[in-house]
């Protein structure tokens, strides 16, 4: 199947704190935003890679990411996530079949992670990475105490990669107005929301989101083991 990704790495990385843009901040040698890219270009049938980027940095960019198939294109990301995704779709190539949305800020994605997310697609119209949450629930107050326990089960985590029938994604950010594009926290949440089958698919292995200066130790010692070529 003919897959055109999205890498939407146009955040500021505010609770990162790095003084840079978190897709650009060196991780175990490589900008953060280079491990996802080499993922899905070592994966099984990715045609093309669109890197949604923070406007103004699309050649420091281009820079970090260096060349090599498939052809990259780099656009200028929206001020919100879904409006860099809505960016990116525009700027994929027509003949693509499928459609993989991932944050740059995951960088412990696989090839193995794509395939078996597009492969899913055979039978859903969206196949995305998720895990059951394993810590019990808490509702809180502001002021920091426990107002109740929530019911764990069934409940999991959202994660990228999410993957998606072209056309159906397509329609979904069609049909989506300003203020979903500004809300919405995920595309699969876009697609439910119009009653479309989302399958959810547990990597079983780590694939966090580098949010804070913490995250960041964590990955370099995780992608400091990994050998480059
Ligand atoms: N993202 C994006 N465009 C935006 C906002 C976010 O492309 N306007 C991307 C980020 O680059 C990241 C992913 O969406 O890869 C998930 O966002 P998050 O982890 O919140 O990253 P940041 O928004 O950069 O971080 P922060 O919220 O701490 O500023
Ligand atoms: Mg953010």
Same mark, same amino acid.
């Given at each position: ?26 991780? *175990?040698?490589?900008?953060l935003v280079a491990w996802s890219v080499r993922a899905v270009q070592a ?8 890197? *949604? ?45 499928? =459609? ?8 412990? =994605? ?55 029938? *072209? ?39 780590p694939n966090f989101k580098v949010t804070t200066p913490a995250d960041l ?9 990994v050998h480059i070529a």
């Amino acid at each position: 199947m003919r897959t055109g990704v999205i890498i939407v790495a146009a955040g500021s990385g505010e609770r990162l704190g790095a003084g840079v843009p978190k897709a650009l901040v060196p991780v *175990a040698g490589w900008p953060l935003v280079a491990w996802s890219v080499r993922a899905v270009q070592a994966a099984t049938g990715v045609s093309a890679i669109v890197i *949604a980027c923070p406007p103004g940095l699309e050649a420091q960019m281009a820079a970090a990411l260096g060349s090599g198939p498939p052809v990259q294109a780099i656009v200028p990301g929206g001020s919100s996530r879904q409006r860099s995704v809505a960016n990116g779709i525009a700027a994929l190539p027509g003949d693509v079949e499928a =459609i993989l949305v991932h944050d740059a800020a995951r960088p412990l =994605i696989t090839p193995d992670l794509v395939d078996r997310l597009t492969a899913g697609l055979a039978s859903s119209d969206a196949v995305i990475a998720a895990a059951p949450v394993a810590d019990t629930l808490k509702r809180a107050g502001t002021d920091g105490r426990v107002q109740a326990t929530l019911e764990r089960s069934g409940i999991w985590g959202a994660q990228t990669p999410q993957v998606f029938r *072209a056309g159906v994604l397509r329609a979904v950010f069609a049909e989506a107005d300003e203020d979903e594009l500004d809300a919405a926290t995920d595309c699969a949440g876009m697609a439910e929301r119009r009653g479309i089958g989302v399958a959810l698919l547990d990597p079983g292995t780590p694939n966090f989101k580098v949010t804070t200066p913490a995250d960041l130790r964590l990955a370099e010692v995780l992608l400091g083991a990994v050998h480059i070529a």
